[in-house]
Nanobody, 124 residues
Framework: QVRLVESGGGSVQAGGSLRLSCAAFENSACVAWWRQAPGKQREVIAVISTDGIGESAKSLSDSVRGRFTISPDDSKRATYLQMNNLKPEDTATYFC?????????????????WGQGTQVTVSS
């Protein structure tokens, strides 16, 4: 099972920025950032997937597109979530998840491995 460790959470004022890091001990075809706010369901906000032979894809949820970016650093087995123009509604616990492609299809992922989560708090 892939092991994941998140870091980079914290408290920031609205309009500020944070960068979350997800360190993996093994490679995965898919790495995603999810978040869960108090009383709400966990939602996926950013995904990067690769088929291992040159094709890759990134996707962002409507709620973060234009403000957040997901990027890999293959040399470090790390995936970053750069979060800009943060809003109070971004307050949540952020999780990194990883796993294989579903049916070998780019952009469709399974997430058997999860990190412990890192808290992001945005004040108005």
């Amino acid at each position: 099972q892939v092991r994941l460790v998140e870091s980079g959470g914290g408290s920031v004022q609205a309009g500020g920025s944070l960068r979350l890091s997800c360190a993996a001990f093994e490679n995965s075809a898919c790495v995603a950032w999810w978040r869960q706010a108090p009383g709400k369901q966990r939602e996926v906000i950013a995904v990067i997937s690769t088929d291992g032979i040159g094709e890759s894809a990134k996707s962002l949820s409507d709620s973060v597109r234009g403000r957040f970016t997901i990027s890999p650093d293959d040399s470090k087995r790390a995936t970053y979530l750069q979060m800009n123009n943060l809003k109070p509604e971004d307050t949540a616990t952020y999780f990194c998840a990883a796993g294989p492609l579903r049916g070998g299809r780019i952009g469709e992922c399974l997430y058997p491995a999860w990190g412990q989560g890192t808290q992001v708090t945005v004040s108005s």
